[in-house]
């Protein structure tokens, strides 16, 4: 059964660090887009970022550009992301997703995972 596993998440202060990964099975996640979306409380799934499968595309939202950097492992068939910088505004569940078409909208995106809390307060 596909599935992609988010970790790495937790309780950081601003200006503090985390690194997210996601990883997949059942599929080789270099075969797909993978992007991270994030929610905060009350708002929508956004996408923040993702790495294209055909040659390592990346591209960041602009409320990320220069602080989160997506890398992609394939040997461990893992997608990360740093993210730098963190700020309150960066709080919310990360859920990474694998898709076909390499874009930031939700409904292009086949295999979701269960997502991971990050939570930047003092």
């Known amino acids: ?19 997210l990964s ?5 599929f080789s996640s270099d075969f797909y887009t993978i992007g991270w979306f994030r929610q ?8 923040i970022s993702y790495i294209s499968s055909a040659n390592d595309r990346t591209y960041y939202s602009d409320s990320v550009k220069g602080r989160f950097t997506i890398s992609r492992d394939n040997a461990k068939n893992t997608v990360y ?29 086949d295999y979701w995972g269960q997502g991971t809390q990050v939570t930047v307060s003092s």
């Open 81 to 109: 992301l740093q993210m730098n910088s963190l700020r309150p505004e960066d709080t919310g569940v990360y859920y990474c997703a694998a898709g076909r078409i390499t874009t930031l909208m939700r409904a292009a995106y």
């Open 22 to 26: 996601c990883a997949a099975s059942a």
């Open 40 to 47: 905060a409380p009350g708002k929508e799934r956004e996408g």
């Open 1 to 19: 059964q596909v599935q992609l596993v988010e970790s790495g998440g937790g309780l950081v202060q601003p200006g503090g660090s985390l690194r």
